[in-house]
Each structure stands twice: as structure tokens, then as C-alpha cells.
């Protein structure tokens, strides 16, 4: 995933103009050449208004890192601790390397907390750079983009899992939030209607449309929302003999294995096959013609998995199914389908790797530097 294509929290890559005081006298520092000063937009409403970013505060974004250099002359009396309660960790080179703050978990009520760091300036001197530090809202979900592979049905309705939208969310441990809306030809009537259901995306399209094109919207654990994204999903034909996939919530196994005949309603009652299977947000899944298998490994229970199933016929028809395995299932149900606005599924969504990354932009030192241009009064 490209994480220049949403917006972040400016914090951890802010460089700000600093002010300092010295015996009544007011120096203005301007950044060095290339250091510009970047608004505070709030992530969960990408046209909020710009606000300053304070410069004496550090915030690391969720499972990255963020650096403070310290001028080069300099050296850090010690390496600080990190704040008692805040979920990062800190460390430190080698006593001119500068200091890295890594977020391991992200509590949008936590912090902000002290954060001095000590240093030794060129002449000898001890010095206090007063920071604060606090937590970046995680990075914004991507929801996936472009044409969809599973088909839907023309004159009929399609049910899509709200897990297959979500490309990478980064921080959707208690499940994802999405909205969807067709989006309208130019000219002429409203032939495809999207909604979102309690764990799918639901199209109704007319008979005679052949693809429809929806916009999709996701929203993480602390409501930080997605850009939203188009995904084109091909639409075939509904056979005048009938058969359709079904959409199953069952109970929550080690493995679930279904057969492909119990994933269609047919009353031909011909022998459908599975073509495909995608990988799930986690856990395994594997299928042959006759069957899909999925284990869920050693997850935790709290969320949901959803198996995405692609069948065929004979005579060529075609139909998408899908399995939610839930903790909360008691029996096998079929997914509902009426419009839940605004709630959270509980589903297991594909995460990027939880090994912190240098934000190359995440250099929040330049204050360290500017002090040493300061001068110090007799």
C-alpha cells in the first residue's frame, strides 16, 4: 500500500517555527532550507480545517517509529525512559544517534505525557529539551479499489463480504465500519442501489445492467475513514433456471468445512463446483472442487472470519457464496441483508505487517538543531 495516498496526522512529520525567549528578547527562528511547515488536518475528516501543530510535540504514529535527532555537536546525557503508561518504546544508538519512540498499541484517551530529554551541548553544558509526547491516530484503511473478481447478479441481489472491501487496515482489532453508494449514471434512471448489511455489501440491480459501481468508505477502530474507493463488480445474467450461492453465518470451529453443494440453492439440483477460493484476512483456507476448508489457527476469538467462495455449474452458471464463522453463532443462519447504518462488524480485516517502519518523514529533531542557534546571554 502506498501510505502517501491518504492523510495522516501531520504530527510526526511537522517542522514548526520556533520561538524562543531569551531575557525579554524575542527570537524567531525560521526553519532551515527545506523544513515547511505542515497543517494539523484532522485524519477523521480529510476537509477539516488546517490548524498549527505545537513543534515541541512528538507524535508516533501506530506500530512505526518516530526520531528525534539531536544536533550533531551535541550528545544525550542519557537516554530517556519512556513515559510511565504509554505504550512505546524507546531507544537510542549511540549518544549523538538521536532518540526512536516506537507505538506499539494506540488508545485514543491516552496521553499526552512529559517527555524530557537530556543532553550535553558542545561547551559542556546541560540542557533540558522539554518535549511531549503523544500518539498519531493510526493510518487511515484502504479499501480495495477497481474491478471486483466475484460476480454479482443482474435482476437480482448480490451479497459481497465487507471483508473482501478492506485491502489494509491498520488498526481494526474491533472490527471495521463501511458505507457504500452507487454511483449514478449521468444520464438517466437509478438502475443499481447499494447498501450495507450487518456483514455484507448488498447490490440490487436491475435486469439488463451488466456491471455496477459502487463507492466504499471504511472506518477503523478510533472512526479514522477511508478516502473513498470505486470498485467496478461485473453482473451476470440470473439463468431462468434459477440457483444462486448462499451467504452463511455459522458457529465458531477450529476448522469449518462445507460442501459446494450446500453453498447453492438450486432446484435443478445440478453438481456446482468451487473455482475459487481468496485467501482470508487470516487463518487458512483451502478448497477443492467438492469442498472449502478453513482454520482459523490461533487467532483470537473476539472477531469474525469471512470465506469467500466462487462456484460454478455445469451449464455455465455462475454464483458467489460466503462463509462468516462467528463466536457468537449458535447455529447456521443465512447473513442478513437490511441496511445497518453506520455499525461496526465485528470481522478480522488484512493488516499490514506489525513490524515498526522508519516514517522516513518522522524526523521531528529540527528543534534540537535551532536551539543551538540561540544565543546564550552573558
Keep these: 500500500m502506498s501510505r502517501d495516498a491518504h492523510p495522516r496526522r ?3 512529520t511537522s517542522r514548526a517555527v520556533l520561538v524562543a525567549v531569551c531575557a525579554g528578547a524575542v527570537i524567531a527562528l525560521a526553519p532551515p532550507a527545506g523544513a515547511a511547515l505542515e497543517p494539523n488536518a484532522d485524519a477523521t475528516d480529510p476537509g477539516a480545517s488546517a490548524a498549527p501543530v505545537d513543534p515541541m510535540t ?4 501506530y506500530l512505526a517509529q518516530a526520531q528525534v535527532s539531536i544536533n550533531a555537536a551535541w550528545d544525550l546525557a542519557a537516554c530517556p525512559a519512556a513515559p510511565e503508561g504509554a505504550p512505546v ?4 544508538e549511540d549518544q549523538s544517534g538521536g532518540v526512536v519512540v516506537t507505538a506499539s498499541a494506540f488508545d485514543p484517551d491516552a496521553g499526552p505525557w512529559p517527555f524530557p530529554i537530556e543532553v550535553t551541548t558542545e561547551s559542556g553544558d546541560p540542557r533540558t529539551l522539554d518535549y511531549t509526547l503523544a500518539l498519531a491516530l493510526p493510518e487511515a484503511p484502504t479499501p480495495v479499489a477497481g474491478p471486483f473478481e466475484s460476480p454479482g447478479v443482474a435482476g437480482g441481489r448480490t451479497l459481497i463480504p465487507l471483508a473482501a472491501l478492506v485491502a489494509e487496515c491498520t488498526f481494526c482489532s474491533t472490527g471495521v465500519a463501511a458505507s457504500a453508494q452507487a454511483v449514478d449514471p449521468e444520464d438517466g434512471p437509478v ?7 450487518e456483514r455484507h455489501l448488498v447490490i440490487d440491480a436491475d435486469a ?7 463507492a466504499v468508505t471504511v472506518r477503523d477502530g478510533a472512526q479514522t475513514a477511508s478516502q473513498p474507493a470505486e470498485i467496478t463488480v461485473p453482473l451476470l445474467a440470473s439463468h431462468a433456471e434459477g440457483g444462486h450461492g448462499l451467504h452463511l453465518v455459522v458457529p465458531l470451529q477450529e476448522t469449518v468445512a462445507w460442501d459446494a453443494a450446500d453453498l447453492v440453492a ?3 439440483g445440478a453438481q456446482w463446483s468451487i473455482v475459487e477460493c ?3 484476512a487470516r487463518g487458512s483456507v483451502t478448497c477443492t472442487a467438492d469442498s472449502v476448508t478453513f482454520t482459523r489457527g490461533d487467532a483470537p476469538g473476539d472477531l469474525e472470519d469471512q470465506v469467500s467462495v466462487i ?3 455445469p451449464d455455465g452458471r455462475s454464483a458467489a457464496a460466503s462463509i462468516t464463522v462467528s463466536p457468537t453463532a449458535e447455529s447456521v443462519r443465512l447473513a442478513g441483508a437490511a441496511p445497518v447504518a453506520g455499525a461496526t462488524a465485528p470481522l478480522a480485516t488484512p493488516a499490514p505487517p506489525s513490524t515498526p517502519t522508519q516514517d522516513p518523514g518522522a524526523d521531528v529533531g529540527i528543534l534540537s538543531a535551532l536551539w543551538s542557534r540561540v544565543p546564550v546571554l552573558p
Design 10 to 12: 501531520p504530527g510526526a
Design 58 to 61: 512528538i507524535e508516533v504514529p
Design 89 to 92: 518504546q524507546v531507544s537510542c
Design 191 to 197: 438502475r443499481v442501489r447499494a447498501w450495507i448489511a
Design 208 to 214: 439488463d445492467v451488466t456491471e455496477a459501481v459502487i
Design 266 to 268: 438450486d432446484p435443478l
Design 278 to 280: 481468496p485467501p482470508t
Design 311 to 313: 462456484l460454478t455449474a
